[in-house]
């Protein structure tokens, strides 16, 4: 597609339980960002990637989190044994390497943990 | 995280004022950015500032560069109902492309015409 696309676009899930959220970034974008927004919060880096080197996971707040990037494309965060303080809007951007630093973000999943 | 000091928080005004808002940081940053968000979407760039003291414009807003490349400020003029949103300042601290962006808590504007 044209844009960033995520997606579930909206995920309740149970206390405890995994998830994954996808991130389909725009063709031929080798870098892309997770962030994750809550409620009147600004936005908080969780992982970067670029093309092959080693993810900066620098952002990720405890070991429940990861991230892969198959193929320098799509992209999957996964939480495990989710907590309700991870009820949050998570957003994926992407953007091309050296195109200064115009990054473009995706709609967002929206995981609520009941 | 890291994140950036931004203010207000939120901004209620009648259309047709100016608006007004900045970032500061503890760490020195080599690019500024100003973002929109929409509900229900994702951010999108409004203006990137790239060297300290610039000032720069995109119709009706302007940003500004901090000479101590520690704050930015955002200024909305004559403001229309559309302008409604969040509103997010970016630093980016590293000089590489590649470095995350850190992001602002965001100023909420809201527009009463």
């Known amino acids: 597609g044209a844009g960033v696309s995520q997606s579930p676009s909206n995920k309740v899930t149970e206390k405890g339980k995994d998830v994954e959220l996808r991130c389909d970034p725009i063709?031929?974008?080798?870098?892309l960002y997770w962030y994750r927004q809550s409620l009147g919060q600004g936005l908080e880096f969780l992982i970067y990637?670029?093309?092959?080197?080693?993810?900066?996971k620098s952002g990720l707040p405890s070991d429940r989190f990861s991230a892969e990037r198959t193929g320098g494309s799509v992209s999957t965060l996964t939480i495990q044994r989710t907590q309700q303080e991870d009820s949050a809007v998570y957003l994926c951007?992407?953007?091309?390497?050296?195109?200064?630093?115009?990054?473009?973000f995706g709609e967002g999943s929206w995981l609520t943990v009941v | 995280g890291q994140q950036l000091n931004q203010s207000p928080q939120s901004m209620f005004i009648q259309e047709g004022e100016d608006v007004s808002m900045n970032c500061t940081s503890s760490s020195i940053f080599n690019t500024w950015l100003w973002y929109k968000q929409d509900p229900g979407e994702g951010p999108v760039l409004l203006i990137a500032l790239y060297k300290a003291g610039e000032l720069t414009s995109n119709g009706r807003l302007t940003a500004q560069f901090g000479i101590t490349r520690k704050d930015s400020f955002l200024n909305i003029s004559a403001s229309i109902p559309s302008d409604v949103g969040i509103y997010f300042c970016a630093g980016q601290l590293g000089a590489q492309a590649g470095t995350a962006l850190i992001f602002g808590k965001g100023t909420t504007l809201s527009v009463s015409s």
């Open positions: 951007a992407t953007k091309e390497f050296l195109s200064g630093n115009t990054i473009y």
């Open positions: 990637f670029q093309g092959n080197s080693a993810p900066d």
């Open positions: 063709s031929g974008h080798t870098a």
